[in-house]
């Protein structure tokens, strides 16, 4: 059945038991299960639909039901549609009590003020409400907590700074679901909460007002995948529902909610969310009213980034959102002021959009610079300190005065270099307190791991997601922490399921990689987690040259028996096996790798980025 894993003794894909990245190689559709009969219902129905030509209906079909797609799912996924997939607003559990609360608040003028996270999901969610109230005649206020001194979330003293401007009821987006101590306090000051969040949370859910969040135990919206700005955006549905019931769209009109899908998209990509059901549809829809430009913020980041069609109406892309928009939004929490990209979000002033935008892309080319730092102290501390090459399934690595808005990225690039999950930690010297972010890989729930952590007591605050995790901790519990951590996913993993494993959707030939085939796979569009982009086999080929840039990347061309030909690049390849294997090619290689348009000088074709390697067996 679809989304069962399969057996451990299945043979790996092309024979690869361990590439040169360390991985086990998958067939993506065996993973998933997939039938005879499921597939002959795809391809049937996707040859009815007419949505590709008839020579690719078979290719397609394997890439859509390795993606969970079935004959019932399929056009809703090929053509995903909020009218199709919008979910009712009241069965996310809490809603309508949100929802009340905040008319009620806008309707005798209180003073509201939204707290939001300082990353994009947060500026998005909290940009949505402030252009809906505003909309409404009410400015609200936001206050986005410092990542250096305040750190994540709602706090004590942040409540009482609230409170003491006046504050009467508080918002929080992309946040507030596990801060049960900040919240009674908040209840015991007198301080309204509603809380609108999508993290993993207790059973027991903070003392609010309403607790709006798809991931609280006993929610039945089914929409666990969302990011906040996906939550905020169906808040907003339901704001207009209950405004107009109320009579309030009499003096004015009811708000277009489409007008903002723009900002839902942008975090549910940027915030690394599965795209898959109704997600998919934000996400679809959302990018295409992100390709108008028409949020101020949005066009003049393009601008500074050095995009060339800025100002026309050229598609934007997950890339676009994901690794130019997104890291400049946040770098102003990172290593900048946290509020810039919910200011940004939020203006309908061009002038003011482009002063921001200016400050956070010099704020990203800092960040760059300090993440790169780090990224090399940690490289050497893993190494000094025994804890690389090691066999714990989760690495735990912490130093005095690592930056905490640089150490979720550190984590992530190290994640992939050593194949394993990574929880980086930047210690205080004077108070010593740690503050860590972690990232994981399939099969491994962080999240679960840190959260268990804090629930026995050893961390101080954690929680986050199966791919990602934040918490802190006194420095005089990191051996513990790193005795819990990896015996927690010792006992919860099997020791064959630690080893990560990459999955193929296709093996193709070289020939059959051109410009056209790369066309037909946009049907797939757009990528993320939970619909990634298909990932190209070639068996059996050989390097017939490479050549080294500047910054570590190698560019090279892979050729085959039959005279095919595919030029190709890889990332960050400088010190890696892989990188090595294509700089001092010997025998055949397997190759793992996804084409991208190649569209220099007009020419129209593609190039690989290469994923993984394996030498081919003679």
């Known amino acids: 059945m679809a989304g069962a894993v399969a057996p451990v003794d299945a043979a790996p894909f092309l024979?690869?038991?361990?590439?040169?990245?360390?991985?086990?190689?998958?067939?993506?559709?065996?993973?998933?299960?997939?039938?005879?009969?499921?597939?002959?219902?795809?391809?049937?129905?996707?040859?009815?639909?007419?949505?590709?030509?008839?020579?690719?209906?078979?290719?397609?079909?394997?890439?859509?039901?390795?993606?969970?797609?079935?004959?019932?799912?399929?056009?809703?996924?090929?053509?995903?549609?909020?009218?199709?997939l919008f979910p009712d607003p009241s069965c996310f559990m809490d809603m309508d009590k949100a929802v009340a609360a905040m008319l009620d608040a806008l309707e005798r003028r209180a003073n509201i003020w939204i707290f939001a996270d300082y990353d994009v999901d947060g500026a998005t969610s909290a940009a949505q409400l402030v252009r809906w109230f505003r909309h409404m005649g009410h400015d609200l206020k936001v206050y986005v907590p410092d990542r250096m001194t305040e750190g994540y979330g709602p706090s004590d003293a942040a409540f009482d700074n609230l409170k003491s401007q006046g504050a009467d009821l508080v918002i929080t987006v992309d946040c507030g679901a596990m801060a049960h101590r900040a919240l009674e306090h908040a209840a015991q000051i007198g301080l309204d909460v509603v809380v609108v969040d999508h993290h993993l949370m207790r059973e027991d859910p903070p003392r609010a007002l309403a607790v709006v969040n798809p991931n609280r135990p006993g929610c039945a919206s089914q929409q666990g995948n969302l990011a906040a700005a996906g939550v905020v955006f169906v808040l907003l549905a339901a704001l207009n529902r209950e405004a107009e019931k109320r009579g309030l769209f009499s003096e004015k009109q009811k708000p277009d909610l489409v007008q903002w899908l723009d900002l839902s998209a942008l975090g549910a990509i940027c915030d690394v969310t599965a795209l898959t059901g109704f997600n998919r549809a934000l996400a679809a829809q959302g990018l295409k009213v992100m390709?108008?430009?028409?949020?101020?913020?949005?066009?003049?980041?393009?601008?500074?980034?050095g995009d060339s069609a800025a100002g026309a109406a050229s598609l934007m892309s997950t890339f676009h959102s994901g690794f130019v928009i997104g890291p400049r939004i946040n770098a102003g929490g990172r290593v900048g002021r946290s509020?810039?990209?919910?200011?940004?979000?939020?203006?309908?002033?061009?002038?003011?959009?482009?002063?921001?935008?200016?400050?956070?892309?010099?704020?990203?080319?800092?960040?760059?610079?300090?993440?790169?730092?780090?990224?090399?102290?940690?490289?050497?501390?893993?190494?000094?300190?025994?804890?690389?090459?090691?066999?714990?399934?989760?690495?735990?690595?912490?130093?005095?005065?690592?930056?905490?808005?640089?150490?979720?990225?550190?984590?992530?690039?190290?994640?992939?270099?050593?194949?394993?999950?990574?929880?980086?930690?930047?210690?205080?010297?004077?108070?010593?307190?740690?503050?860590?972010?972690?990232?994981?890989?399939?099969?491994?729930?962080?999240?679960?791991?840190?959260?268990?952590?804090?629930?026995?007591?050893?961390?101080?605050?954690?929680?986050?997601?199966?791919?990602?995790?934040?918490?802190?901790?006194?420095?005089?519990?990191?051996?513990?922490?790193?005795?819990?951590?990896?015996?927690?996913?010792?006992?919860h993993v099997a020791e064959e399921d630690q080893v990560?494993?990459?999955?193929?959707?296709?093996?193709?030939?070289?020939?059959?990689?051109?410009?056209?085939?790369?066309?037909?796979?946009?049907?797939l569009a757009p990528y993320g987690q939970g619909n990634p982009e298909p990932l190209l086999a070639f068996a059996d080929v050989r390097v017939a040259y490479a050549s080294a840039l500047k910054g570590g990347h190698v560019r090279f061309e892979l050729v085959d028996n039959d005279g095919g030909k595919l030029k190709g690049i890889m990332w960050r390849a400088e010190g890696t096996l892989i990188g090595d294997a294509l700089l001092r090619p010997g025998g055949k290689v397997h190759v793992l790798?996804?084409?991208?348009?190649?569209?220099?000088?007009?020419?129209?074709?593609?190039?690989?980025?290469?994923?993984?390697?394996?030498?081919?067996?003679?």
């Open 291 to 305: 390709s108008r430009r028409n949020n101020p913020g949005i066009r003049a980041l393009m601008e500074v980034a």
């Open 593 to 618: 790798g996804r084409l991208k348009a190649d569209d220099y000088m007009g020419r129209r074709g593609v190039q690989l980025e290469i994923e993984d390697m394996a030498l081919a067996q003679p």
């Open 339 to 491: 509020d810039l990209g919910v200011r940004l979000l939020s203006t309908d002033d061009p002038d003011e959009a482009k002063a921001l935008a200016q400050e956070l892309d010099e704020l990203n080319r800092l960040r760059r610079d300090v993440e790169a730092q780090v990224l090399e102290e940690a490289v050497q501390t893993a190494e000094a300190q025994g804890l690389w090459p090691s066999d714990d399934p989760v690495l735990v690595i912490a130093r005095d005065d690592w930056h905490p808005g640089v150490i979720g990225i550190v984590a992530g690039r190290l994640r992939e270099r050593w194949r394993k999950p990574v929880i980086v930690i930047g210690i205080d010297p004077v108070t010593g307190l740690g503050k860590g972010s972690g990232r994981s890989q399939t099969g491994i729930n962080l999240g679960a791991a840190v959260g268990a952590a804090f629930e026995a007591g050893i961390v101080l605050s954690g929680g986050g997601h199966a791919m990602a995790a934040g918490l802190s901790v006194d420095k005089t519990r990191l051996p513990e922490l790193r005795r819990f951590i990896n015996d927690y996913v010792r006992q």
């Open 500 to 523: 990560e494993t990459v999955e193929a959707d296709a093996l193709i030939s070289l020939r059959a990689a051109d410009r056209g085939f790369y066309d037909r796979l946009d049907l």
């Open 15 to 84: 024979g690869v038991h361990r590439s040169l990245s360390g991985r086990i190689w998958r067939e993506r559709i065996d993973r998933v299960g997939v039938t005879t009969e499921i597939l002959r219902d795809v391809t049937h129905r996707l040859g009815l639909l007419q949505a590709a030509p008839e020579e690719f209906v078979g290719p397609l079909a394997r890439f859509l039901a390795g993606r969970g797609v079935t004959g019932e799912t399929l056009e809703t996924f090929l053509f995903p549609t909020l009218k199709a």
